[in-house]
């Protein structure tokens, strides 16, 4: 249960929903941050059933389109507070 716990804490992402106790898969991705246009591994979480549905790869696309990485993300923050 903790093992799974810091699992959670780990990912960039968790596509779909895990329900209490269902086996779960790691996902490294290469994407690339729509701002700096770097390269970063996502690490991406989902529940073993899901990732083997359309709806899964979907949801993997949209968010390859619109991530940003941390820095990026840091200072989107910082402006908005501006
Ligand atoms: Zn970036």
């Known amino acids: ?3 799974l716990y810091q699992n959670f804490r780990e990912v960039d992402m968790i ?3 895990i329900s209490k106790g269902e086996k779960t898969v790691k996902f490294f991705v290469k994407i690339n941050c729509i701002d700096c ?3 970063v591994s996502g690490k991406i979480l989902a529940s073993e059933k899901y990732s083997k549905t359309e709806s899964f790869t979907k ?3 949209k ?3 619109d991530y940003l990485c ?3 993300r ?3 923050r910082v402006h908005k507070e501006c």
């Open 1 to 3: 249960m903790s093992y």
């Open 37 to 39: 246009k770097k390269t």
């Open 70 to 72: 941390g820095i990026c």
């Open 59 to 61: 949801e993997l696309e």
């Open 63 to 65: 968010f390859k389109k």
């Open 74 to 76: 840091d200072r989107r």
């Open 15 to 17: 596509i779909g929903k």
